[in-house]
């Protein structure tokens, strides 16, 4: 039997007042260049799925939140090569700082509903009607 080694990733969906979420867009050169996504990343050795997302937010968007301020939502597993992803999605409503876009392309705010129209990894896909029903 072979063994897949899982790829934790942890993403934040950051809503702002009038219910939209934060999409990123992945830069050329990347994996899945182009397609809009969940800001966040890989968690590394020795970190909390928590202090890696507070971590990435901070590398990422140059926001700081709290742990305290994550509340888990959702989850997605997916095949991604010879890996397989397992994608914790977070909720976050509070942080300091305005998002820029310091790794992607361009930053977007979107309600769920919206996400349908824009190209998305395909772990995200089921993750946007669980999300539509939170916030
Ligand atoms: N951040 C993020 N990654 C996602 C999402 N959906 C999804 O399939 N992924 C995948 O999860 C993996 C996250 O890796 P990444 O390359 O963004 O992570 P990272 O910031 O640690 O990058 P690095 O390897 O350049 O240091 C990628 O394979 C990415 O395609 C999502 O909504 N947000």
């Known amino acids: 039997m072979t063994i897949i080694s899982p790829l934790l990733v942890v993403a934040a969906a950051l809503v ?17 260049a182009g397609l ?13 799925p928590e202090s890696a997302l507070i ?10 939140t709290h742990a305290s301020c ?9 095949a991604l090569g010879d890996r397989h992803l397992l994608l914790l ?21 979107a309600r769920p509903s919206q996400m349908y129209a824009l190209e998305m990894p395909p772990a995200d896909l089921p993750l946007i009607g669980l999300l539509d029903s939170l916030i």
């Open 16 to 32: 702002d007042a009038d219910g939209r979420v934060l999409l990123q867009q992945r830069p050329p050169g990347k994996a899945m």
């Open 36 to 48: 809009w996504e969940f800001p966040g990343g890989k968690v590394e050795t020795d970190e909390t």
């Open 55 to 64: 971590r990435e937010l901070e590398e990422e968007l140059g926001i700081r």
């Open 70 to 78: 994550l509340a888990p939502a959702a989850f997605a597993s997916e």
């Open 89 to 109: 999605l977070y909720v976050c409503r509070k942080w300091q700082g305005l998002p820029q876009a310091r790794h992607a392309t361009e930053l977007k705010w």
